[in-house]
């Protein structure tokens, strides 16, 4: 097996594509190099990525770096039906908010997190009328919810499940251990399985 190459600003832009980096290795990357750390996985990447290409940070989108935007204080809605705040972040004051609204069992999710990029304009009636219809919805054992592109390792477990069922979980997270350390897709593979014998 070839051996991952270290995450340094040498590194070959298709030797970065293909190999697995935890998210904490990509933000350590981009703090060390003055590239924005905040976003998903997969925006990071590419800010990396753009990096190493051009050897200059990517130009980010003058909404989100507007620090006017940033800097406005959050505050609770003074009613459900308004609108949730350009500056929204899932912050402790929200979570307080919508404990108190859903109930204790409430927490920030990925899925409302892209529901509501793909929502604009929600009010805070919408995201606590959509995040009790997704708790519904995952009380149905048959119910697979779309795995978000940048959770490679959820989406590892549940194909490994699905070819595997008979197997325990200790072996499929040894099997993506092997798959994540090794260049090329991070995808599960039956081929995969030569780890445990």
Known sequence: MNKRPILDKNISVENFNNWYYEKDELVAFCRKNGLKTTGQKLEIKARIEHFLKTGKPIQESSIKNNKQTKNIEQALPKSIDEEIPSNYT????????????????????????????????????????????EYERRKDK????????????????????????????????????????????????????????
């Open 90 to 133: 899932s912050s402790e004051l929200y979570r307080k908010y919508f404990k108190s609204v859903i109930g204790p069992h409430f927490h920030f999710t990925a899925y409302m997190m892209k529901y509501m990029k793909e929502h604009p304009k929600m009010t805070f009636k919408n995201y606590v009328n959509e995040w009790l219809a």
């Open 142 to 197: 048959s119910y697979k919810p779309k795995i978000m592109k940048s959770c490679e390792y959820n989406q590892y477990i549940r194909d490994f499940f699905s070819d595997n069922p008979t197997h325990k979980l200790k072996e499929a997270i040894l099997c993506w251990k092997y798959k994540r350390n090794s260049p090329g897709s991070n995808k599960y593979a039956k081929d995969d399985l030569k780890i445990l014998a």
